[in-house]
């Protein structure tokens, strides 16, 4: 089993950043793959970005990329997604989780965070 916590949501204004971490447990972090990914109202759970077990390889959603950076600390168990220009429809629940297989597939993740909120107003 891998618990997954997310952390850093928040109210930001259109324009602004925002960190959010995702602090792991339980099985070798760095075995793993880790991707967020984020729920809107009313709409699918969707990729945002994924990056393997060393960090070296990372894939983006098209919405996000150039704005978004995904990071992370093995030594700390936590992987991070930086959000910078952030836009109203960036508005959305973001969830970390992971996967033993890289990729942007939903269906390949089997642990899952409880989710952080991340409101960006017009």
């Known amino acids: 089993q891998v618990q997954l916590v997310e952390s850093g949501g928040g109210l930001v204004q259109a324009g602004g950043s925002l960190r959010l971490s995702c602090a792991a447990s339980?099985?070798?972090?760095?075995?793993?793959?880790m991707g967020w990914f984020r729920q809107a109202p009313g709409k699918e759970r969707d990729f945002v970005a994924t990056?393997?077990?060393?960090?070296?390889?990372?894939l983006y959603a098209n919405s996000v990329k150039g704005r978004f950076t995904i990071s992370r600390d093995n030594a700390k168990n936590t992987v991070y997604l930086q959000m910078n220009s952030l836009k109203p429809e960036d508005t959305a629940v973001y969830y970390c989780?992971?996967?033993?297989?890289?990729?942007?597939?939903?269906?390949?993740?089997?642990?899952w965070g409880q989710g952080t909120q991340v409101t960006v107003s017009s």
């Open positions: 990056l393997d077990r060393n960090g070296g390889s990372t």
């Open positions: 339980g099985r070798t972090f760095s075995n793993y793959a």
């Open positions: 989780a992971a996967t033993l297989l890289f990729g942007s597939s939903r269906a390949h993740y089997g642990y």
